[in-house]
């Protein structure tokens, strides 16, 4: 019973988007493993590549984005800057892309016209 209402409540003010931003230095090639070994990571926690260094999840609350962001924080490589930002179900569907004359398809505009879903 107590399950069946607290998927009731899940709603899409309820329902949050992880959106992770980084600068991580390529200078090296150690630099260049540790970046890779990040974006690895994000992607082994299930988040997708929406642009090179900008990456997003669908999490069930913000508080399950937090405890995402705060596990995967402790692998920020050194003299990196790595933002985690938060935005409701509803906000992100507001979401305008704009796909320039010589656009090259991401992982996820060829999931949406394969007509792919991404689901929890």
């Known amino acids: 019973m107590a399950r069946r209402q607290r998927l009731n409540t ?23 493993r540790k970046a890779t070994r990040f974006r ?3 992607l082994d926690n299930g988040f ?7 990456y997003i999840k669908p999490v069930k609350s913000l508080s399950v ?3 995402t962001s705060k596990k995967l ?3 920020i490589p050194e ?12 906000q992100y569907l507001m979401t305008e892309n704009y796909l320039g004359k010589n656009y090259t398809e991401n992982e996820e505009s060829t999931r949406e016209k394969n007509g792919q879903l991404l689901l929890f």
């Not at 800057?81 to 179900?89: A, C, G, Q, R």
């Open 48 to 54: 997708t590549m929406k642009q090179f260094s900008v």
């Open 65 to 67: 984005g937090q405890n």
């Open 40 to 42: 690895n990571l994000l």
């Open 10 to 32: 899940l709603t899409g003010w309820s329902m949050m988007w992880i959106i992770c931003m980084f600068d991580i230095p390529v200078r090296t090639k150690k630099e260049q």
């Open 79 to 90: 003299n990196s800057s790595v933002s985690f930002l938060y935005i409701t179900d509803k």
């Open 73 to 75: 924080s402790k692998y």
